[in-house]
Protein backbone atom coordinates (compact mmCIF):
# COMPACT_ATOMS: atom_id res chain seq x y z
CA UNK A 1 0.00 0.00 0.00
CA UNK A 2 1.60 3.32 -1.00
CA UNK A 3 1.71 5.52 2.31
CA UNK A 4 3.74 8.91 3.45
CA UNK A 5 4.27 8.77 7.52
CA UNK A 6 5.56 11.66 9.07
CA UNK A 7 6.53 12.06 12.67
CA UNK A 8 6.25 13.45 15.35
CA UNK A 9 2.51 14.34 14.68
CA UNK A 10 3.30 17.54 16.25
CA UNK A 11 6.03 19.63 18.05
CA UNK A 12 7.20 22.08 20.47
CA UNK A 13 10.39 23.83 20.60
CA UNK A 14 12.04 27.19 21.92
CA UNK A 15 12.75 29.68 19.49
CA UNK A 16 16.51 29.66 17.91
CA UNK A 17 16.89 25.70 18.49
CA UNK A 18 16.73 23.02 15.63
CA UNK A 19 14.56 20.53 14.96
CA UNK A 20 13.90 17.61 12.59
CA UNK A 21 10.43 16.41 11.16
CA UNK A 22 10.71 13.19 9.48
CA UNK A 23 8.86 11.33 6.38
CA UNK A 24 8.61 7.20 5.68
CA UNK A 25 7.09 6.24 2.51
CA UNK A 26 6.27 3.22 1.11
CA UNK A 27 5.17 4.93 -2.64
CA UNK A 28 6.53 2.80 -5.56
CA UNK A 29 7.69 3.94 -8.15
CA UNK A 30 9.06 6.89 -6.64
CA UNK A 31 9.46 10.02 -9.00
CA UNK A 32 9.96 12.70 -6.12
CA UNK A 33 9.84 14.30 -3.18
CA UNK A 34 8.70 17.19 -1.96
CA UNK A 35 7.95 19.39 1.53
CA UNK A 36 5.70 21.95 1.73
CA UNK A 37 5.00 24.50 4.36
CA UNK A 38 1.70 25.29 5.37
CA UNK A 39 0.65 28.39 7.54
CA UNK A 40 -2.76 28.80 9.62
CA UNK A 41 -5.09 29.39 7.30
CA UNK A 42 -3.30 29.21 4.10
CA UNK A 43 -2.41 27.05 1.03
CA UNK A 44 0.83 24.97 1.26
CA UNK A 45 3.98 26.75 -0.15
CA UNK A 46 6.60 24.54 -1.60
CA UNK A 47 9.86 24.49 0.62
CA UNK A 48 12.13 21.73 -1.47
CA UNK A 49 11.78 18.85 -4.21
CA UNK A 50 14.15 15.80 -4.71
CA UNK A 51 14.39 13.28 -7.23
CA UNK A 52 15.83 9.88 -6.74
CA UNK A 53 19.53 11.08 -6.91
CA UNK A 54 19.83 13.95 -4.69
CA UNK A 55 20.15 13.26 -1.17
CA UNK A 56 20.27 16.54 -0.07
CA UNK A 57 18.67 20.30 -0.41
CA UNK A 58 19.10 23.09 1.03
CA UNK A 59 16.17 26.12 0.96
CA UNK A 60 17.42 29.02 3.22
CA UNK A 61 17.58 27.43 7.02
CA UNK A 62 15.46 24.37 5.86
CA UNK A 63 17.61 21.89 4.86
CA UNK A 64 15.93 18.66 3.40
CA UNK A 65 17.40 15.00 2.79
CA UNK A 66 16.70 12.00 1.20
CA UNK A 67 17.38 8.42 1.38
CA UNK A 68 15.65 6.50 -1.19
CA UNK A 69 17.50 3.22 -0.58
CA UNK A 70 15.43 3.40 3.06
CA UNK A 71 12.42 5.33 1.42
CA UNK A 72 13.27 7.94 4.31
CA UNK A 73 13.45 12.05 4.37
CA UNK A 74 14.08 14.30 6.99
CA UNK A 75 13.58 18.32 7.29
CA UNK A 76 16.20 19.77 9.59
CA UNK A 77 15.40 23.53 10.68
CA UNK A 78 18.26 25.35 11.94
CA UNK A 79 17.53 28.50 14.36
CA UNK A 80 13.83 28.18 14.55
CA UNK A 81 11.90 31.67 14.63
CA UNK A 82 8.57 32.80 15.30
CA UNK A 83 7.00 32.32 11.75
CA UNK A 84 8.39 28.62 11.33
CA UNK A 85 5.08 27.66 13.51
CA UNK A 86 3.25 25.76 10.87
CA UNK A 87 2.04 22.54 9.51
CA UNK A 88 4.66 20.62 7.33
CA UNK A 89 3.68 18.38 4.49
CA UNK A 90 6.01 15.40 2.81
CA UNK A 91 4.43 14.73 -0.53
CA UNK A 92 5.84 11.87 -2.51
CA UNK A 93 5.20 11.35 -6.22
CA UNK A 94 5.13 8.10 -8.21
CA UNK A 95 3.80 6.28 -11.34
CA UNK A 96 0.11 8.48 -11.66
CA UNK A 97 0.40 8.56 -8.03
CA UNK A 98 0.66 11.88 -5.66
CA UNK A 99 0.27 10.54 -1.93
CA UNK A 100 0.70 13.51 0.91
CA UNK A 101 1.62 13.01 4.39
CA UNK A 102 -0.67 14.23 7.24
CA UNK A 103 1.78 17.00 8.40
CA UNK A 104 3.96 17.74 11.44
CA UNK A 105 2.29 20.82 13.20
CA UNK A 106 5.39 22.47 14.55
CA UNK A 107 4.88 25.17 17.43
CA UNK A 108 7.62 27.54 18.29
CA UNK A 109 7.59 29.40 21.49
CA UNK A 110 9.30 32.68 22.39
CA UNK B 1 2.02 37.95 -10.80
CA UNK B 2 -0.94 37.52 -8.92
CA UNK B 3 -1.48 34.69 -7.13
CA UNK B 4 -3.89 31.81 -6.93
CA UNK B 5 -7.44 32.82 -6.22
CA UNK B 6 -9.67 31.40 -4.54
CA UNK B 7 -13.64 32.19 -4.07
CA UNK B 8 -15.58 32.06 -1.74
CA UNK B 9 -12.71 31.66 1.28
CA UNK B 10 -15.27 30.77 4.03
CA UNK B 11 -19.29 29.17 3.61
CA UNK B 12 -21.49 27.52 5.40
CA UNK B 13 -24.31 25.01 3.86
CA UNK B 14 -26.80 22.52 5.30
CA UNK B 15 -26.61 18.78 4.46
CA UNK B 16 -28.41 17.67 1.16
CA UNK B 17 -27.48 21.13 -0.90
CA UNK B 18 -24.85 22.00 -3.26
CA UNK B 19 -21.83 24.02 -3.71
CA UNK B 20 -19.87 25.78 -6.05
CA UNK B 21 -16.30 27.06 -5.45
CA UNK B 22 -13.95 29.01 -8.25
CA UNK B 23 -10.32 28.93 -8.75
CA UNK B 24 -8.55 31.29 -10.80
CA UNK B 25 -5.00 30.00 -11.41
CA UNK B 26 -1.70 31.83 -11.70
CA UNK B 27 -1.54 33.88 -15.27
CA UNK B 28 -0.49 31.68 -17.98
CA UNK B 29 -0.66 28.65 -15.93
CA UNK B 30 -3.27 25.77 -17.58
CA UNK B 31 -3.57 23.18 -15.35
CA UNK B 32 -5.73 23.51 -11.95
CA UNK B 33 -5.66 20.48 -9.40
CA UNK B 34 -7.90 20.23 -6.62
CA UNK B 35 -7.80 19.12 -2.76
CA UNK B 36 -9.86 18.36 0.09
CA UNK B 37 -7.92 18.74 3.39
CA UNK B 38 -9.41 17.53 6.64
CA UNK B 39 -7.90 16.96 10.54
CA UNK B 40 -8.00 13.15 9.88
CA UNK B 41 -7.30 12.71 6.85
CA UNK B 42 -5.20 15.30 5.75
CA UNK B 43 -4.57 16.52 2.20
CA UNK B 44 -6.28 14.18 -0.49
CA UNK B 45 -6.15 14.57 -4.38
CA UNK B 46 -9.58 15.12 -5.97
CA UNK B 47 -9.01 16.37 -9.98
CA UNK B 48 -6.92 17.93 -12.17
CA UNK B 49 -7.86 19.94 -15.27
CA UNK B 50 -5.36 21.01 -18.15
CA UNK B 51 -6.94 22.67 -21.12
CA UNK B 52 -10.73 22.42 -19.77
CA UNK B 53 -9.96 18.21 -19.94
CA UNK B 54 -9.76 16.74 -16.59
CA UNK B 55 -6.71 14.55 -16.94
CA UNK B 56 -6.61 12.58 -13.24
CA UNK B 57 -9.04 11.81 -10.90
CA UNK B 58 -8.66 10.93 -7.05
CA UNK B 59 -10.74 8.14 -4.87
CA UNK B 60 -13.85 10.52 -4.58
CA UNK B 61 -17.17 9.60 -5.14
CA UNK B 62 -19.64 10.81 -8.00
CA UNK B 63 -20.84 13.99 -5.89
CA UNK B 64 -17.54 15.75 -6.25
CA UNK B 65 -16.97 17.27 -10.09
CA UNK B 66 -15.23 19.61 -11.68
CA UNK B 67 -14.50 21.55 -14.56
CA UNK B 68 -12.53 24.33 -16.17
CA UNK B 69 -13.01 27.25 -18.76
CA UNK B 70 -11.06 27.87 -21.18
CA UNK B 71 -9.44 30.97 -19.70
CA UNK B 72 -8.17 27.86 -17.21
CA UNK B 73 -10.43 29.35 -14.08
CA UNK B 74 -11.62 25.88 -12.91
CA UNK B 75 -14.81 25.43 -10.56
CA UNK B 76 -15.32 22.66 -8.47
CA UNK B 77 -18.64 21.46 -7.81
CA UNK B 78 -20.41 19.33 -4.39
CA UNK B 79 -23.75 17.79 -4.69
CA UNK B 80 -26.04 16.49 -1.77
CA UNK B 81 -23.64 18.02 0.69
CA UNK B 82 -22.93 15.74 3.49
CA UNK B 83 -21.28 16.55 7.14
CA UNK B 84 -18.01 15.15 6.26
CA UNK B 85 -17.42 17.34 3.48
CA UNK B 86 -16.39 19.93 5.99
CA UNK B 87 -13.17 20.57 5.23
CA UNK B 88 -10.56 22.95 3.80
CA UNK B 89 -10.68 23.00 -0.45
CA UNK B 90 -7.24 23.80 -2.14
CA UNK B 91 -6.83 24.57 -5.57
CA UNK B 92 -3.10 24.64 -6.98
CA UNK B 93 -1.67 26.15 -9.75
CA UNK B 94 0.36 24.35 -12.41
CA UNK B 95 2.15 25.85 -15.74
CA UNK B 96 1.58 22.77 -17.50
CA UNK B 97 0.09 19.73 -17.31
CA UNK B 98 1.07 16.46 -15.01
CA UNK B 99 1.39 16.26 -11.47
CA UNK B 100 3.87 15.02 -10.91
CA UNK B 101 7.28 16.90 -11.51
CA UNK B 102 5.56 20.67 -12.00
CA UNK B 103 5.48 22.73 -9.16
CA UNK B 104 2.25 23.26 -7.50
CA UNK B 105 1.12 26.77 -6.61
CA UNK B 106 -1.61 26.63 -3.98
CA UNK B 107 -4.08 28.78 -3.08
CA UNK B 108 -5.74 29.77 0.34
CA UNK B 109 -8.45 27.69 0.24
CA UNK B 110 -12.33 27.65 0.89
CA UNK B 111 -13.33 26.46 4.30
CA UNK B 112 -16.51 24.68 3.64
CA UNK B 113 -18.90 24.02 6.34
CA UNK B 114 -21.71 21.90 6.33
CA UNK B 115 -24.31 21.88 9.01
Known amino acids: KNQVEQSPQSLIILEGKNCTLQCNYTVSPFSNLRWYKQDTGRGPVSLTIMTFSENTKSNGRYTATLDADTKQSSLHITASQLSDSASYIC?????????FGKGTRLHILP | KAGVTQTPRYLIKTRGQQVTLSCSPISGHRSVSWYQQTPGQGLQFLFEYFSETQRNKGNFPGRFSGRQFSNSRSEMNVSTLELGDSALYLC??????????????FGQGTRLTVV
Open chain 2, 92 to 105: ASRATGGLMNTEAF
Open chain 1, 91 to 99: VVSGGDKII
